[in-house]
């Protein structure tokens, strides 16, 4: 398994605009052309609903918002997204309320992701809250066991922002389940010590357990032109 984040990496301004992202990074308010990662990697978009997790995944790897499936890109990789499961299962399951089936989208989603790090060798983008630590075990000890390296970038947005997010899309997370998603991400940036730039990272009796964290902002992100993944 991969070492627990210990190390605060911020970037200077000075640093290159292609970025090999290594324990924590933050990249909020930075100017960033390209993230690259090894050919194996696990790369988890993590964000609160309405974050741009799905924009994200859709504008690096050309994943749409209306597949139904895992889009395996030009480049080998395979994207996961939880929209595409939720798409597929709407054929069967639309006529009910979306409340009611959607922990069994949460169920194939994450089957979906421990079969693809199973059975798969090359790169994997995945679309997650991250606010559950629950799925942030599951994920690690699932890449942990295909010997790959787990990446992840941390979408950080202003709870209004994300918000925005969600009533754009159409997909409006109920008040109670997304004030919950926030409180639990706080925890999460605190314990990495995103909040307060004058004290390290808080230790955490289950800190992330990945090769590095990437925390980025929208403007950011929406300035990143590229990511790739080394040649296997």
């Not at 997204?81 to 006529?95: I, K, P, Q």
């Not at 941390?154 to 009533?167: C, N, T």
């Amino acid at each position: 398994m991969t070492p627990p984040l210990d190390s605060s990496s911020p970037v200077p301004a000075s640093a290159p605009r292609i970025i090999t992202p290594i324990a924590l990074v933050d990249l909020r308010a930075g100017e960033v052309e390209e993230l690259r990662y090894p050919s194996t990697t696990v790369l988890v978009f993590a964000g609160v609903p309405g974050a741009g997790k799905s924009t994200a995944l859709h504008r690096f790897f050309g994943a749409g918002p209306d597949a139904e499936h895992p889009v395996r890109t030009a480049s080998g990789a395979l994207v996961l997204d939880s929209n595409h499961t939720r798409n597929r299962l709407r054929h069967r399951l639309g006529w009910a309320p979306y409340s009611l089936w959607r922990p069994l989208v949460h169920l194939a989603h994450y089957r979906a992701i421990r079969d693809a790090l199973r059975e798969g060798d090359g790169p994997v983008a995945i679309h997650d809250c991250a606010t559950f630590r629950w799925s942030r075990r599951l994920i690690t000890r699932w890449a942990a066991r295909s010997h790959r390296e787990l990446h992840m970038v941390l979408i950080d947005v202003p709870a209004e922002q994300a918000r925005s997010g969600q009533i754009s899309r159409g997909r409006r997370v109920n008040s109670i389940a997304f004030t919950a998603h926030c409180r639990r991400w706080e925890t999460m940036m605190d314990s990495l010590g995103a909040r307060d730039a004058t004290h390290a990272p808080n230790p955490d009796p289950h800190p992330l357990s990945s090769t590095s964290v990437v925390i980025i902002d929208r403007p950011t992100l929406h300035a990143v032109s590229r990511i790739a993944f080394d040649a296997a």
